[in-house]
């Protein structure tokens, strides 16, 4: 046990909670970078990570620099005395070196590993070897329902009774707003389904972005749970309400490699639904030359996973494999693509029809893992029922005044004449992106010809609208490829 | 690209160079958690990694924080206007994604890889993925070649003329000195040998401590090779001199795991005798029921690994496997193995046995490398030349003042009567550092029963020596189960 002085950092840690030594007391007390070392005055304790350096302009020798975070919890300030002893590694350190070795782990320990996570006691370095032993050795089906549940355990949870309806795509295609024509057609069946989305992190809008074009959409959870009870479905963004919240953290360790480590995308989908209770639950997995999956073979693989997994945690899940080679509907971008929902619900007879017909398949699977006749999707739709509970909807969330679309356009047209056989989701999505989407919410493009189309040399194949005229000339300069005409 | 302006924080980033954005920028304009931004002034341009925060004390909006190093390299402080650009993932990041995914890396990729830990242009995330995936998927005979090649590649090199000697032992056994003795009796043969040695990093003494005990370690290249031409032989710390620097930067990232990547472990031994040109090697391999290498299997495998490795390289390299059950000498802790060293070299009738026999082993394996008569070894021991070696040795490399043994003692006295039957190599380092070793140099423990003596209850079985009174009493905590005598 050693004394040190207080220095306190103005900055926060961001996750994981530090304090800094100076070398030559590391030396000396026999502390090495990234020891755990356990810091208490004589009121209350606390176990940090140990980072070292040989800058005295950071730390002299005797003196420990703590970060506001950790003053904060302690309740200490510059000049403090603290006593630090040396504390081992948390148990899941020992559970994540097993599954380096190829050992397979069991719920306890995976509950360990989640909880070190979810608390940040693991550095990143230790988080990633998690992911990557998970990534490499691969989760076997009961590995992956542990870790769901591991997850779910860590997190909120919010109960419905009865059947309880969800669905989930895996990502990767433009618009593709299914859930926001989905959800309103279900409830108005008067069927349960509280929908949480996430906001885009790559894309030009996630469904909680263009939902929230027309409504509020970060609602307390007793407000979610009385909007279900009155009305049946909602659509809600999940991110703010804690739901398995070790998963974005396990996130933040895959996207620098941009690995998809299949089990832990099962486990983070089934976390999130099974945090809300779902019961009867519809997977969505595009396929495609620019989305996640790109072959028949990975998909089917995915689909038993998920099948597997859905089974084993008790939930009826379903998965079906859609086209994912160019956008869903013909906008991008919040506001484009609230617009495309809306002129389906209101069945407008210039909605993208790939939108409507894709919306209405999902739509009745779920009917049919529900047990009701799936005749009531079209139905519900074209009779105005699910526009309705839409409004419904949007006035108990709490309506927005619809943003403008972007005021800055550009036409981008076809430099030859012959049939559009390829679109790029992926740059797509960077020339929205450029352009201010998801944060400008009235930025993105407008689609005005998809595969298969014949065009002249001249035509329009697509309109670029930003909020201001820079994003629109940066936006420009990512038109190349973006379509293949031959 | 975007302007920002500077804001100066006053420490440094420690490995990586890393500037800080305000989350709301970094959702305005697109940037991720971890993306390389390039930062441009009018007159020098730096690519850095990103960080993002909420935390306004840190950051506002419109500013980028950048920690002193970043300054001082783009000559610029606070409130200098500076462009930030996207730039991409160096390559490097794309070939460990290749061997996360099971793929062979080449010479090419591998030096990419390398360049860029050298360079601090991978964060501990990417670093951590490259280890791991070394590690599970393993490295074949030519990576570990490659890999080898690629570090001594990015670090200095030193060169000597014709057959150039050199050891390592893997470690883990305290004390262990052979190389303080197999040196001087090998320069005496008229044979080169230019022996790097490390620090100690976990355990109480490395060969550049116990040596620093009798002269200075720390030498100019140029000084080195002077010595080395003059007397054929030295003792020197390799840390200092830049010789395949990424091997620290990998060991940092694999410590806090306790991994030992064999591959990795391999490429580390091989690549600083590289660097020194080192055309016959021998690698000692303790093995023992607390030291890296636990089996006679692994032993093999390991052994077999060194040769092949070597033969790829061009080097005479042989493997010997000894005995790693308990302390090879008497003393542990720098000045107390430096007098077992010269009690062997002064053929001290009280020299401890074991290290005489293992030097004298270990330099006769060396001799018949260098197709040199065996019975040269305890030749030119007992003849005192030898001694003399290590004399010149001293005398050229600058010799120290000896320093004290610790004045503080403790003796551990076996608590019944019986056999001693096992010693346990990391609770004996773990006592000796909690001492103070190797940073006081007079701290650590003198053995004076080994595993097979018979003791009597109350018999001293070591004493416990250190600089300090407070030192001495932490050591004494730990002395439980160093010992198992029945």
Redesign the interface.
């Known amino acids: 046990m050693v004394d040190f002085r207080v220095e306190r ?4 840690t ?1 996750q994981t909670l530090v304090a800094v030594m100076h070398k030559k007391d590391a ?2 007390y ?1 502390f ?3 020891d755990r070392i356990k810091l208490s005055t004589k009121k209350s304790s606390l176990t940090v990570i140990l ?1 070292i ?1 040989s ?1 005295i ?2 730390v002299k020798p005797g003196t420990l620099a703590l970060f ?1 975070d950790v003053c904060k919890i302690l309740h200490i300030r510059t000049g403090t005395k603290i006593q630090v002893t040396f504390s081992g590694k948390p148990d899941s ?1 020992e559970f ?2 097993d599954k ?1 070795n ?1 050992n397979s782990l069991h719920y306890k320990e995976l509950l360990s590993i989640v909880k070190d996570i979810t608390a940040d006691r693991l ?4 988080k ?2 998690f992911v ?2 998970c ?3 691969g989760l076997s089906s009961q590995e992956i329902v542990d870790l769901t549940k591991a997850m779910v355990a860590t997190g909120d949870k919010i109960s419905f009774r009865g059947v309880t309806l969800d669905k989930h795509c895996i990502g990767g295609v433009p618009n593709n707003r299914t859930s926001m024509i989905v959800v309103p057609i279900l409830a108005a069946a008067g069927l349960t389904i509280a929908k949480t989305s996430s906001r885009a992190i ?1 894309s030009p809008a996630g469904t909680a972005d263009t939902m929230e074009c027309l409504a509020k959409v970060e609602l307390p959870q007793k407000k979610i749970l009385d909007i279900v009870k009155q009305v049946k479905g909602c659509l809600v963004h999940g991110g703010s309400m804690n739901l398995a919240p070790a998963d974005d953290k396990i996130i ?2 895959e ?5 998809d480590a299949e089990g832990q995308l099962v486990a983070s989908v089934m976390a999130k639904k099974y945090s809300v209770s779902a019961t009867h639950v519809l997977i969505d997995i595009p396929m495609g030359p620019d989305v996640k999956v790109k072959s028949k073979r990975d998909a089917r693989r995915l689909q038993r996973l998920f099948e597997d997994v859905g089974q084993r945690l008790g939930m009826h899940v379903k998965v079906i494999v859609t086209d994912g080679s160019q956008p869903i509907g013909r906008g991008v971008g919040p506001l484009l693509e609230a617009e495309d929902v809306i002129a389906v619900l209101r069945n407008d007879p210039l909605a993208p029809q790939d939108l409507r017909d894709k919306s209405i398949l999902l739509t009745e699977h779920l009917l049919e893992l529900a047990g009701k006749p799936k005749d009531l999707a079209t139905e519900l739709l074209e009779s105005g029922a699910a526009w309705q509970k839409m409004k419904d909807i949007i006035a108990l969330q709490g309506p927005c005044r619809k943003p403008k679309l972007g005021q800055y356009r550009y036409n981008v047209r076809s430099s030859s004449e012959g049939k559009i056989i390829a679109i790029n989701n992926k740059i797509i999505s960077k020339i929205a ?2 352009a201010g989407a998801p ?1 400008d919410k009235g930025a993105g493009i407008f689609i005005h010809r998809k595969i298969g189309s014949s065009v002249q040399k001249q035509d329009i194949l697509y309109t670029i609208y930003a909020e201001n005229e820079t994003k629109l000339n940066l936006a420009k300069k990512y038109v190349q490829g973006a379509y293949v005409v031959n």
């Not at 550095?123 to 230790?126: K, L, V």
């Not at 996207?255 to 690995?259: D, G, K, Q, V």
């Open positions: 950092l103005d900055i926060s961001g030396d000396l026999d090495q970078h990234s980072d350096t800058d302009t950071l506001k350190v994540i070196r380096l190829g550095t990143d370095i230790e990633t070897y990557s032993a990534y490499i050795h790559t933040l360790v996207s620098p490699m941009s690995i992106r450029t944060l």
